[in-house]
């Protein structure tokens, strides 16, 4: 079982940066599949950018270019650099691990994973 504990959130003017971090415990998250989430009110949460041990990072097509998931394996943490934002970044993100099925490569849909933090909130 492994817990998660999303940071870094705030307000922010359009064109800025945030830089989130989920830290987890109970367990290693070095070979787990990993993601952020988001979601604005009276939206379904939506993937954001999912990743797994070793393979490539899954990006939704509304952030491409802006930002950039990443993990420290020793830190047992996950990040998301958030650059440029948008109006429309705004909402609370989770980050989220274990995979449900086998494999949720290219997978952003949030039923997939099952393993959830609290989230943090990002306004711009």
């Known amino acids: 079982h492994v817990q998660l504990v999303e940071s870094g959130g705030g307000s922010v003017q359009a064109g800025g940066s945030l830089t989130l971090s989920c830290v987890a415990s109970?367990?290693?998250?070095?070979?787990?599949?990993v993601g952020w989430f988001r979601q604005a009110p009276g939206k379904e949460r939506e993937g954001v950018a999912t990743?797994?041990?070793?393979?490539?990072?899954t990006y939704a097509d509304s952030v491409k270019g802006r930002f950039a998931l990443s993990r420290d394996n020793l830190k047992n943490t996950l990040y998301l650099q958030m650059n440029s934002l948008k109006p429309e970044d705004t909402g609370m993100y989770y980050c989220?691990?274990?995979?449900?099925?086998?494999?949720?490569?290219?997978?952003?849909?949030?039923?997939?994973?099952?393993?959830w933090g609290q989230g943090t909130q990002v306004t711009v």
């Open positions: 989220a691990a274990i995979c449900r099925s086998g494999s949720c490569d290219d997978d952003l849909r949030a039923g997939s994973y099952r393993a």
């Open positions: 109970g367990n290693s998250i070095r070979t787990y599949f």
């Open positions: 990743t797994r041990k070793g393979g490539p990072i």
